[in-house]
C-alpha cells in the first residue's frame, strides 16, 4: 500500500519568513513519482513540480525550493520570503506507475502567510 | 484555451436529483480521472479511462458512472443524489507515459440540499 503524510495540517507565518512543508511517503516500489499541488482560496489545483524516484537532485524555482530525500522517504518543500499570495493549500502526492496512474494524496497543509 | 475544463463550476440541486458534470481536455492526453474532494480537503481519486477504457474504478457507489465518448471528455453523471455528494469534483488529464505534468480542471463545487 502506499501513503503521504503531511503531518502539518496548518502553518502561519508572517510576509518575508521561509517555511518549509514537509511530505513523508510510503511505497514498496522502486519507481515512482512524487508531486506538489498548491490550491489557493479560488479552488484550482495548480501543479508545481514533479519528481521521479530516480532523481534525488534537489530543484529550485524562484522562491521554491524542493528537498528529496529516498533515505528518509520524505519530499519536502519550502518557500524563501512566503508573501501573502502563497496563502493556500499544498498537496503532497505519490504515482507510482503500477497502480493504473492514481495519484495518492496527502492530506494537505494550509499556509497561511500573514502581512 | 484552457488545458482541461469543467462545467458548470459551481452546481447546487435537491436531493433525489440526477446531475451530470462535463470535463474536456485539449492537451491530447489519453487519460483522463475524476478525484473528489470532500469537506476536508481531502482528495481521491474516483475513475481512470485510458483511450476511453476503464482502467480505474475505486470504491464508489453505482449511483456514480463516468462515461468517456471519446478520450478528450470524460463525463460524470449522478444518479439520485444524496446530501453526502456534497464536495468538489476534479477532473484530470494526463499521458500515460508519465505524468509528465498532470493537468487538472478548476473543480466543480457540487452541493446537494
Known amino acids: 500500500a502506499q501513503k503521504v503524510t503531511q503531518a502539518q495540517t496548518e502553518i502561519s507565518v508572517v510576509e518575508k519568513e521561509d517555511v518549509t512543508l514537509d511530505c513523508v511517503y510510503e511505497t514498496r516500489d522502486t519507481t515512482y513519482y512524487l508531486f506538489w499541488y498548491k490550491q489557493p482560496p479560488s479552488g484550482e489545483l495548480v501543479f508545481l513540480i514533479r519528481?521521479?524516484?530516480?532523481?534525488?537532485q534537489n530543484e529550485i524555482s524562484g522562491r521554491y525550493s524542493w528537498n528529496f530525500q529516498k533515505s528518509t522517504s520524505s519530499f519536502n518543500f519550502t518557500i524563501t520570503a512566503s508573501q501573502v499570495v502563497d496563502s493556500a493549500v499544498y498537496f503532497c502526492?505519490?504515482?507510482?506507475?503500477?497502480?493504473?496512474?492514481?495519484?495518492?494524496f496527502g492530506e494537505g497543509t494550509q499556509l497561511t502567510v500573514n502581512p | 484555451d484552457t488545458a482541461v475544463s469543467q462545467t458548470p463550476k459551481y452546481l447546487v440541486t435537491q436531493m433525489g436529483n440526477d446531475k451530470s458534470i462535463k470535463c474536456e481536455q485539449n492537451?491530447?492526453?489519453?487519460?483522463m480521472y475524476w478525484y473528489k474532494q470532500d469537506s476536508k480537503k481531502f482528495l481521491k481519486i474516483m475513475f481512470s479511462y485510458n483511450n476511453k477504457e476503464l482502467i480505474i474504478n475505486e470504491t464508489v457507489p453505482n449511483r456514480f458512472s463516468p462515461k468517456s465518448p471519446d478520450k478528450a471528455h470524460l463525463n460524470l453523471h449522478i444518479n439520485s443524489l444524496e446530501l453526502g455528494d456534497s464536495a468538489v469534483y476534479f477532473c484530470a488529464s494526463s499521458l500515460t507515459t508519465g505524468w509528465l505534468s498532470a493537468f487538472f480542471g478548476q473543480g466543480t463545487r457540487l452541493t446537494v440540499v
Open positions: 519528481r521521479n524516484s530516480f532523481d534525488e
Open positions: 502526492a505519490l504515482l507510482k506507475k503500477t497502480s493504473g496512474s492514481r495519484l495518492t
Open positions: 492537451l491530447g492526453h489519453d487519460t
